[in-house]
């Protein structure tokens, strides 16, 4: 079975363009994750979805950032404008909660850099 | 408010050493999951062990071992006779299992182990 698909691998933009990162979850997980990694602040919790519905937003950083799922095997977060300091790895991760912390399956990340 | 604290930033040891790696947390709720994961030089993030609050066994698999205490809010990872292969980062989270975010997952801010061979 494939795992948690993430694209593109390496973005390198430039401030001020939209960046879309897309996520693939693993079939049949009705969670899914999206994840920042960086040296200062480490693995931050953006926002997750259960059932394709966005059930905790509060890590999303400002309104430059959105995400969506429109469906169960397929999501985007979306930087717009974007800026230097939105450089980061930024991972998915699915699970099978059943309504309790299930495994996170992590894609491999997305390595943004805004210049 | 949930928080996971790894205080060790960096860690380096010979081969064949044991070494144990700390994680303290704080939660306001009795029921909580408590994780490691492994983030090796790859950078993918790969699942280790899963615990809930309510069972405070210590867990072997293989050379590596968890010690929960609630006493001390603590679940520390121990690995034992290291191996070049464990270099990596080793990350503690925590979830809260309030039924309106019982699954949302803070993690700590990771420890890296170096083992030199």
């Known amino acids: 079975d494939a795992g948690v698909i993430q694209s593109p691998r390496h973005e390198v933009t430039e401030m001020g363009q939209e960046v879309t990162l897309r996520c693939k979850p693993i079939s049949g997980h009705d969670y899914l994750f999206w994840y920042r990694q960086t040296m200062m602040r480490g693995l931050e919790l953006l926002i997750y979805?259960?059932?394709?519905?966005?059930?905790?937003d509060s890590g999303m950083p400002e309104d430059r950032f959105s995400a969506k799922m429109p469906n169960a095997s397929f999501s985007t977060l979306k930087i717009q404008p974007s800026e230097p300091r939105d450089s980061a790895v930024y991972f998915c991760a699915s699970s099978f909660g059943q309504g309790w912390p299930g495994e996170l399956f992590f894609g491999e990340g997305s390595r943004l850099t805004v210049l | 408010a949930q928080k996971v604290t790894q205080a060790q930033t960096e860690i380096s040891v010979v081969e064949k050493e044991d070494v144990t790696l700390d994680c303290v947390y704080e939660t306001r709720d009795t029921t909580y999951y408590l994780f490691w994961y492994k983030q090796p030089p790859s950078g993918e993030l790969v699942f280790l062990i899963r615990r809930n609050s309510f069972d405070e066994q210590n867990e072997i698999s293989g050379r590596y071992s968890w010690n929960f205490q609630k006493s001390t809010s603590s679940f520390n990872f121990t690995i034992t006779a290291s191996q070049v292969v464990d270099s990596a980062v080793y990350f503690c989270a925590l979830s809260e299992a309030s039924y309106s975010n019982a699954s949302k997952i803070i993690f700590g801010s990771g420890t890296r182990l170096s083992i030199q061979p």
């Open positions: 979805f259960n059932n394709n519905v966005p059930i905790d």
